[in-house]
């Protein structure tokens, strides 16, 4: 039996501004969901919309937490999981940190991590690539990565003229070694013409994937640029508003606050067939390791987008730990955070009452 369901504001700095096509952002404001159990038990789920991302608005999740929080209260485990709306839901950032309080509920009543109770036997290892931003900061991030052995890098483009991150570009695959490969994400900062013009000129065996090339890209369009191109083309933000059953490229990149969760995560991998990577849109501690739990539960090879921790200079726990490209997930059961004791981030960082 739930027997109190609560949440509290947040505001999370990052260390630099994160850059992209969208824009910039220099903090991340959400929602930590608390849900306590007739046994005691506290389960913590992450609400962080990021309209750019695919999410609601932020004053949408606002309306919807009060209504999702009073439906769950008082109801049993699985009558609080029916009373879930349908993904995709119109507030999946709100129905993602439900979704992910539930299930940190049950894995702690069964004393399982939450990737062993998505997929029993499934490693607590996720193999994750490292974030290098735009490309004034790829030299200096670049070689940070390398130094902890990661061998995926993900790289902003789109955030200046082509012909300025084609030249960043060439510098820098001249410096990598040969193992590391490269995953561009577009955000939608070129037109269909450019990414055209481009991506057929990229080396193939250092690119491992694009992510989102062009605005303004019909599907058939985008299915006849993946045939030209030996890596994965990836959709990200713009899954949210096309069908997903019959995507026209080979890979898709699922966050759980767009989403609505981990379980849609596991059901759209499982029912169209398409490369899958997990990540975050640089989430809390919470909303990092559930994107985190559902990663390990597809077990996938794939380099996941996780590695987002440090990139928030406050948090309510450190970062999970990575060495040589591979993030380890606790043994503890549920998402594997202790909150018996107050949250790792300073009161200042956080409006409202802590969880």
Not at 124 to 135: C, E, K, L, S, T
Not at 203 to 213: F, H, K, L, N, Y
Not at 268 to 283: F, I, K, M, P, Q
Request: with cysteine.
């Amino acid at each position: 039996m739930i027997l109190n369901a609560s949440w509290h504001a947040y505001t999370l700095t990052l260390r630099q501004p994160w850059t992209s096509a969208r824009g910039i952002t220099s903090e991340r404001n959400g929602w930590l969901l608390r849900l306590r159990d007739d046994r005691g038990r506290l389960g913590l789920g992450d609400c962080a919309p990021l309209p750019g991302a695919g999410t609601e608005t932020y004053d949408a999740a606002n309306r919807a937490l009060d209504d999702a929080a009073a439906r769950i209260r008082g109801k049993p485990l699985i009558a609080a999981f029916e009373s879930l709306p349908d993904a995709p839901s119109p507030t999946p950032a709100v129905r993602c940190a439900c979704e992910t309080a539930l299930l940190d509920l049950q894995a702690r009543a069964r004393d399982l991590p939450l990737h062993s109770l998505l997929t029993p036997g499934s490693s607590p290892q996720v193999r994750v690539n490292a974030m290098i931003g735009a490309y004034r900061d790829w030299p200096v991030l670049a070689r940070r990565a390398i130094d902890s052995g990661f061998t995926v890098m993900k790289l902003k483009v789109g955030t200046a003229a082509p012909a300025t991150e084609l030249a960043a570009l060439r510098s820098l695959l001249a410096e990598l070694p040969a193992n590391v490969r490269l995953r561009l994400d577009v955000n939608r900062g070129w037109s269909l013409a450019t990414a055209r013009e481009i991506l057929p000129g990229l080396d193939g065996t250092r690119i491992e994937a694009v992510e989102e090339p062009a605005c303004d890209a019909s599907n058939d369009q985008l299915r006849a640029l993946q045939a030209t191109v030996p890596f994965a083309i990836a959709l990200d933000e713009s899954l949210h508003t096309d069908s997903m059953e019959s995507l026209p490229v080979r890979r898709q990149v699922l966050k759980p606050m767009a989403a609505g969760g981990l379980l849609p995560i596991l059901a759209l991998a499982a029912g169209n067939g398409r490369e899958t990577v997990v990540t975050t849109s640089v989430d809390s501690a919470i909303g990092v390791r559930a994107a985190c739990h559902v990663a390990a539960a597809l077990g996938n090879d794939l380099a996941h987008g996780l590695a987002t921790g440090d990139w928030l200079q406050t948090d309510f726990a450190p970062p999970l730990p990575i060495s040589r490209g591979l993030l380890h997930l606790p043994a503890a059961a549920g998402l594997g955070l202790d909150f018996g004791r107050a949250p790792h981030v300073s009161v200042t960082a956080i409006g409202g009452e802590a969880p």
